[in-house]
């Protein structure tokens, strides 16, 4: 493992990790004494964008390439695909070069829209000059940048809206094991009690949502949490859960309603290319 800094306002606040590249056949097993697949899909849920990088002249997908593309499901916003080396092809083999990655590229990458393939020469070697889709390779290398620069911002906008839906994950919650605990009788009868409204947990849901006017989508899958409840060691009395703070639930629901929507605000003054300003964003890439 090595790293470096460089002077640039581009960088700034960004990591940049450059991954081995895919190795095929007994390499990919023997040469390597950790499983990458593995390595990646610690990454994955860690990191804010995924480059996935084709050399033009080596576009098929093997099934190595398969697994580790497998590995990054759940997190396919956050793939781009870049084709490099693409000023080395003519405009019918880029054409078809392209068709052909997209294809294969969507029976593992599954999404309803064509993936976006960007084209152009991202490595140290200049364009070819000569080739008249150069226009057309500094457009790509320059909405890539663009990508890139929205990153820090688009980030920022993800954890908040993270932190909100773990916010209102805990507020729900905290309403459904109150409202069981108040259900449990105080004296016998404790154990046919609780397997009833396990049974019954759909009616505590329903009952919580009206009751304090929660949308739906705020509630746990009621069959896991059912299973929860059911098997969870904490859980084997429900007459003993914490009795609900009710200002600890009053900060709770100030958090969600006002200092969310400030927090919001703040993020609104950042200008949609994240890192670069608009007198910074270069109109191409530099040579």
Not at 30 to 48: G, I, Q, T
Not at 138 to 151: G, I, N, P, R
Not at 189 to 206: H, P
Not at 254 to 273: D, Q, Y
Request: aromatic share 8%; with cysteine.
């Amino acid at each position: 493992f090595c790293g470096c800094e460089v002077p640039s306002q581009f960088a700034r606040g960004c990591t940049l990790i450059d991954t081995p590249g895919i190795l095929a056949g007994k390499k990919q097993t023997e040469d390597r004494l950790y499983s990458f697949e593995n390595v990646l899909a610690w990454f994955a849920p860690r990191v804010d964008l995924i480059l996935l990088m084709f050399d033009a002249h080596k576009v098929d997908i093997s099934d190595e390439f398969i697994r580790i593309i497998e590995s990054l499901q759940g997190y396919d916003d956050k793939v781009r695909v870049v084709m490099n080396k693409s000023d080395s092809l003519s405009p019918s083999e880029l054409l078809r070069i392209n068709s052909a990655l997209a294809w294969s590229l969507s029976r593992v990458l599954k999404a309803p829209e064509v993936r976006r393939v960007y084209v152009g020469s991202f490595w140290d070697e200049p364009l070819d000059q000569s080739n008249f889709m150069t226009p057309l390779f500094e457009t790509e290398a320059a909405c890539l940048l663009k990508d890139l620069a929205e990153v820090p911002r688009q980030s920022a906008l993800n954890k908040i809206a993270n932190l909100v839906a773990r916010a209102r994950t805990v507020r729900v919650q905290a309403l459904i094991l109150s409202e069981l605990k108040s259900q449990m009788p105080k004296m016998g009868g404790r154990d046919r009690k609780q397997r009833e409204l396990i049974a019954g947990l759909e009616e505590v849901f329903v009952k919580v949502m009206r009751t304090h006017q929660l949308p739906v989508g705020d509630f746990p899958d009621v069959d896991k949490f059912r299973h929860t409840l059911a098997t969870h060691e904490a859980c084997r009395d429900f007459s003993r859960f914490k009795k609900l703070d009710a200002s600890t639930l009053s900060a709770l629901n100030h958090v969600i309603s006002t200092e969310v929507s400030m927090l919001m605000s703040r993020f609104e003054s950042i200008p949609a290319g994240g890192l670069l300003g608009a007198d910074d964003a270069p109109a191409r890439p530099p040579p």
